[in-house]
């Protein structure tokens, strides 16, 4: 099974800010690393795909980059509904896995 | 635009069976290149996959966690697909999701609102 380790488990940050976010594999996944973010009492929110790839209605401030086994997921600007739990997810092997998210707060 | 409803019951006592049918509209569940499946999140934790099946191949993928008590089937007449879990406890207290993703594609863009399912006596 693949692990995923997501680092820092809580980011304070002010809006207007930049946030970087990184998830990294126990083993190479490629490019097949999505993000997710769940506001609370939501389903999750496919952010990005392929680890670049914005899903739709996605705003241009939220970009992934990586592969192999190192990916982050940065917010340009923080904006208030931006605050959230982020999650990255792997589907390159059986068991489908997710990190164990970070907490994007308001400092 | 694909839409899928997670239902069942609320509360299931330990020891029992947990059921839970995915209905969707909008779409097909009979056609190819999509992944089908579960997802759960116990109050308050992460998330945690439980298996998916991919309709054209008739192949179904578990949790290894898990699989010794899921099974996850679909009625494509009825555009269902259902989640049973045996032998439940605590541990399995979570809110539920049915989710869709195109197999080539690494995220699930589709997601059921969700069904709190409580394991208590």
């Known amino acids: 099974e693949i692990v995923l380790t997501q680092s820092p488990a809580t980011l304070s940050l002010s809006p207007g800010e930049r946030a970087t976010l990184s998830c990294r594999a126990s083993q190479s996944v490629g490019s097949h690393l999505a993000w997710y973010q769940q506001k609370a009492g939501q389903a999750p929110r496919l952010l990005i795909y392929d680890a670049s790839n914005r899903a739709t209605g996605i705003p241009a401030r939220f970009s992934g980059s990586g592969s192999g086994t190192d990916f982050t997921l940065t917010i340009s600007s923080l904006q208030p509904e931006d605050f959230a739990v982020y999650y990255c997810q792997q589907r390159t092997n059986w068991p489908i896995t997710f990190g164990q998210g970070t907490r994007l707060e308001i400092k | 635009q694909l839409q899928l409803q997670e239902s069942g019951p609320g509360l299931v006592k330990p020891s029992e069976t947990l059921s839970l049918t995915c209905a969707v509209s909008g779409g097909s569940i009979s056609i190819s290149n999509y992944y089908w499946g579960w997802i759960r999140q116990p109050p308050g934790k992460g998330l945690e996959w439980i298996g998916s099946f991919y309709y054209s191949g008739s192949t179904t993928y578990y949790n290894p966690s898990l699989k010794s008590r899921v099974t996850i089937s679909v009625d494509t007449s009825k555009k269902q697909f259902f989640l049973k879990l045996t032998s439940v406890t605590a541990a399995d207290t979570a809110v539920y999701y049915c989710?869709?993703?195109?197999?080539?594609?690494?995220?699930?863009?589709?997601w059921g609102q969700g069904i709190l399912v409580t394991v208590s006596s």
């Open positions: 989710v869709r993703r195109v197999d080539f594609w690494s995220g699930y863009p589709t």
